[in-house]
């Protein structure tokens, strides 16, 4: 159980404590009092992890070779199927003005009939690329992913997007001497022109001018990535999975993992999410047929992010509560810990260790009383790196091949 962005530094107006330390955690205290506890550098000392490469680091993969990206992660995310070799990216919905200048990168965040732009925009074959496939589909809000599918893709491109209102799109470029990269960097201009082409008069549109709201009149495809070949978690540790997570970037690293994805109504990864949802789902997967659930908690890195210590210390009071409901599970491990720190004083991902307990049969308990930061760097585990997490599980739970005679 993964409570992204959960661990920060010392705060003054806390009395330097942190907010993990001040916040009222009786349930966490008393998995932290059963099981062994320890710091966890999810990456390695000192590196700030992404939530992506964070994740993918603790269940085993190296993020080095596995992460060329964000987009492959979004779009597994969504539910597309994709494939290695694919090259995924993700995309805006934004709006051009007869001149070609984006007046707004989310399209006037709209909310409703993304899904039928996008059909339109997977009916385009491009002129001279009839061999490529253009899978697009929405995602959140102004949100999409495109994959291209396809003989000599490559993602060294650069993006589509830039990032401000009042500019052109930026000239898609190849990032490298390759064929495939200059290839693919002319599909994805003559996308985005398409797109346009294709777009400015399509019903949604029409009647969303109608209504004085900005079009979705174009994409803009970023963050390119050649979806990598990831050996199914399934096979590699013999373990039947299932991930239970609220953003798509998280669900992306489940699907590419080869887990199922175990839906939550009202899951919204804010700090306004359904957890007493979040807590039956985790309780009725525990109980099927799975050997290993991947659960991510979201709202205390948004809060994290927003700088709002108030509800960072809320949103882990709450999440306390949920633990005290599933801590009664019988008969498995449990470890919580975080993916990385978000503290309030930087309102990002920072480098610092986070915390870390294991609990769960035979592990060897130790002295450490509050789940905290601080007090978990007494405990037996001492400093781990989250690559450490699956050997340690997996020896646990006495799966793990001897290395040796
Ligand atoms: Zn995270
Ligand atoms: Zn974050």
């Given amino acids: 159980m993964i409570i992204d962005g959960m661990a920060d ?63 492959p992660f979004e779009a597994a995310g969504v539910g597309l199927d994709v494939h290695a070799g694919d090259i995924a990216f993700r995309c805006n919905f934004s709006t051009v003005s007869d001149e070609g200048i984006i007046t707004d990168r989310r399209a006037g965040r709209i909310r409703d009939g993304t899904d039928k732009i996008s059909q339109s925009i997977n009916s385009i074959k491009l002129n001279g690329f009839e061999d490529i496939n253009i899978i697009f589909k929405e995602s959140t809000g102004h949100r999409a992913v495109l994959v291209l599918r396809g003989e000599g893709l490559s993602d060294k491109v650069s993006a589509a997007d830039p990032k401000h209102d009042g500019k052109p799109p930026k000239k898609v470029k190849p990032l490298d001497n390759t064929k495939s990269a200059a290839k693919t960097a002319e599909i994805l201009n003559k996308l985005v022109e398409e797109s346009y082409n294709l777009l400015k008069e399509h019903p949604i549109n029409l009647e969303r001018i109608k209504n004085g709201e900005n079009p979705a009149n174009i994409i803009l495809p970023r963050g390119a990535g050649a979806v990598p070949d990831v050996p199914p978690f399934n ?165 793990s091949e001897k290395f040796g005679a």
């Fill in 235 to 399: 096979e590699k540790y013999g373990l039947k999975s299932a991930c239970i997570a609220e953003t798509g970037l998280i669900k992306g690293i489940g699907k590419l993992t080869g887990m199922d994805l175990i839906d939550v109504e009202g899951a919204t990864g804010g700090i306004d999410t359904n957890l007493p949802n979040i807590t039956e789902s985790i309780i009725d997967t525990a109980q099927s047929d799975y050997d290993f659930i991947l659960i991510n908690i979201d709202g205390a890195d948004e809060a994290g992010h927003d700088g709002n210590l108030d509800e960072k210390v809320k949103f882990i009071e709450k999440v306390d509560e949920v633990i005290g409901k599933i801590k009664e599970l019988n008969n498995l491990y449990f470890i919580l810990t975080a993916d990385h720190s978000t503290p309030i004083s930087v309102m990002d991902h920072t480098g610092d260790p986070v915390p870390i307990i294991i609990s769960g049969p035979e592990v060897r308990v130790d002295d450490v009383e509050i789940f905290s930061e601080r007090s978990a760097a007494h405990g037996g585990l001492c400093r781990i790196r989250g690559s450490d997490i699956m050997n340690i599980l997996t020896d646990l739970m006495n799966k």
């Fill in 9 to 71: 530094r010392p705060i003054n107006e806390l009395g330097n404590k942190t907010p993990l330390e001040f916040a009222k955690t009786p349930n966490m205290n008393e998995l932290a009092r059963k099981g062994i506890n320890g710091i966890m550098d999810p990456i390695k000392p000192g590196i700030r992890p992404g939530s992506d490469t964070a994740h993918i680091s603790i269940l085993g993969y190296d993020p080095y070779t596995v992460y060329t990206g964000r987009g």
